[in-house]
């Protein structure tokens, strides 16, 4: 198994949607996901925009509430001796309690941040949403 395979997740910090002009030859370090919108070609009900919005905002408030609480709160220790247990939890060696939250290998890179969310759309059609 990789010790680090959900390092692309561990250093998110914000869900910037628009179009892709607003981010071009800006260096983030990784921190956000950007999905593509334009505003000019959705409707003034926002039906693109609740296509874009509604995964961007579930997946990333998802895995940065996940890795914010396992950093704050410790998660799961450490991968080496652990066991998945019924797909939603570790538990330490064979026998023990079970662990929940992140392993530390996947939670050490991050910093506890509330994340921030950009939305390029006129605030009608957001609230629309």
Known sequence: AEPRPELGH???AAVIVGRRELTKGKFMDRRPFLPSYDPFTD???GTNL???LTPALVVGSGISLEYFFSAVDGGAGTK???NVVGNFAL???TAGDLLIGL????SE???PIRAFYLVD???ARVEAV
Do not use: F, I, K, W
Not at 103 to 106: F, K, L, V
């Open 121 to 123: 759309a006129p605030v």
């Open 43 to 45: 409707d003034d009900r």
């Open 91 to 93: 538990q330490q060696g």
């Open 103 to 106: 392993a530390t290998q996947m």
């Open 50 to 52: 609740e296509t874009v």
């Open 10 to 12: 561990s250093t998110n």
């Open 109 to 111: 890179l991050h910093t």
């Open 80 to 82: 080496a001796p652990t």
